[in-house]
């Protein structure tokens, strides 16, 4: 994704530099333990070998605790590719007719869905029958009625289904989620969440209704519906949303150009909420309490992350998002370690829900009562 990757060095970051970063893992924290880790390691596949999935493969080359060994893929020279450049064996080989058959393969523990939005439902489903535990990319499906079924669908077969919220790893993140507990802030009464870049490419799936779901709500707008429960601590109960559209032929009936949305939360607070496919540099969360305030800029980008709170800079540790994503899921599969924000199906079911919500209220011009 060209426009992507702009967007992500218009914030500083070269691509060769995240690659050596993720390679030599200098990047992943000064709280890396480098010792050989003896427990279980994560065997992972991984489905969809497009941009995102290339990320995720070259970051996990610093994992301790998860390794990629297995690829589905429709193209053979990809998989071709993959397996000279990470060592994959061909019984790990998939392609998205006989990958059911990963069921009887003992060497892979999970599958990664990369893939487009609209296809993520039936494949979930599908990993699931075979009984490995799947990890889906965001958003996890189209709409809560598909994440019921994904949800409903993993727990049958008794495998956990994760999704890859990679932010609720952040070290910056995760200090604002600290203070914000610790009442560092006081009572909380706002969060704006600013999410967006300019869009290239007319053809691409993501600007296809039936593959994207819809259109920047569902890929980047949704960093702002998940920052807003993450930041405030809260799940909103009604959602107002409009929608704006300055070019109908490159986004057609169904996949939103740009939309602004609000949210109001128990405790009175609200969120004001800004996805667009047309503003390049946004990128924002801003956080009001009573007694203080936090902003990050990039806030949900793949870093560094940037930001400062009414006390001071934060200073945490520059990571490699999906190097400590994986390694966490590893901890989160096999110990059943909780992270901080959680990262499971119900989580992924409450944005879809607020999803539905927005896309409602933007269609109707009414306040949307929502309950997660
Ligand atoms: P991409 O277009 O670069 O890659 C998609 C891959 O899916 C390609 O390899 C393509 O060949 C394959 N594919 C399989 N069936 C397809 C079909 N029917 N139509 C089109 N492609 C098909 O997209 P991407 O940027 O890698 O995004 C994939 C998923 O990852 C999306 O759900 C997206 O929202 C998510 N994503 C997440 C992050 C993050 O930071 N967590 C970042 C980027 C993308």
């Known amino acids: 994704m060209n426009s992507r990757r702009d967007f992500l060095q218009k914030l500083g970051v070269s691509a060769l530099a995240l690659r050596l970063a993720a390679f030599s893992g200098r990047a992943y924290g000064k709280d890396r333990d480098d010792t050989a880790f003896d427990g279980p390691v994560l065997r992972v596949a991984i489905?969809?070998?497009g941009s995102y999935g290339t990320r995720v493969a070259e970051a996990m080359q610093a994992c301790t605790k998860a390794k990629l060994v297995g690829v589905i893929s429709g193209t053979p020279s990809?998989?071709?590719n993959w397996q000279s450049k990470y060592g994959i064996p061909e019984k790990n080989c998939y392609n998205y007719e006989n990958f059911d058959e990963i069921k009887s393969n003992p060497d892979i523990d999970a599958v990664y869905v990369i893939t487009p939005n609209g296809l993520h439902h039936d494949e979930v489903i599908r990993v699931a029958k075979a009984g490995k535990h799947v990890i889906c990319e965001k958003p996890m499906a189209l709409n809560a009625k598909e994440g019921h079924e994904m949800i409903d669908a993993c727990e049958k077969a008794n495998v956990k289904l994760l999704v890859g919220y990679r932010m609720h790893f952040e070290p910056k993140t995760l200090e604002v989620i600290r203070l914000r507990k610790a009442g560092d802030f006081g009572k909380i009464l706002f969060f704006q969440g600013l999410c967006g870049f300019t869009i290239g490419d007319p053809n691409q799936w993501r600007l296809n209704k039936q593959l994207a779901g819809g259109g920047s709500l569902m890929d980047i707008g949704i960093y702002a519906i998940n920052g807003s429960r993450y930041m405030t601590g809260e799940d909103p109960v009604w959602v107002t949303a409009q929608e704006t559209k300055t070019d109908p032929v490159k986004f057609k009936e169904g996949v939103d150009e740009t939309i602004q949305f609000q949210f109001g939360f128990p405790s009175g607070?609200?969120?004001s909420c800004l996805s667009t496919y047309t503003m390049n540099d946004l990128d924002r969360f801003f956080l009001?309490?009573?007694?203080?305030f936090a902003e990050m800029q990039p806030s949900t980008g793949y870093g560094p992350i940037m930001g400062r709170t009414s006390f001071g800079e934060l200073t945490q540790p520059v990571?490699?998002?999906q190097t400590v994503q994986m390694d966490e899921m590893s901890d989160i599969i096999f110990k059943g370690k909780q992270p901080v924000?959680?990262?499971d199906?119900?989580?992924a079911l409450k944005d879809l829900k607020l999803i539905d919500a927005i896309y409602l209220a933007?269609?109707?011009?009414?306040?949307v009562e929502v309950k997660l």
């Open 47 to 49: 489905m969809g070998l």
């Open 78 to 80: 990809k998989i071709k």
């Open 269 to 271: 607070a609200t969120a």
């Open 288 to 292: 009001d309490g009573e007694k203080g």
């Open 319 to 321: 990571t490699v998002h």
């Open 341 to 343: 924000v959680p990262i």
């Open 345 to 347: 199906g119900y989580e």
């Open 362 to 367: 933007a269609k109707t011009g009414e306040k």
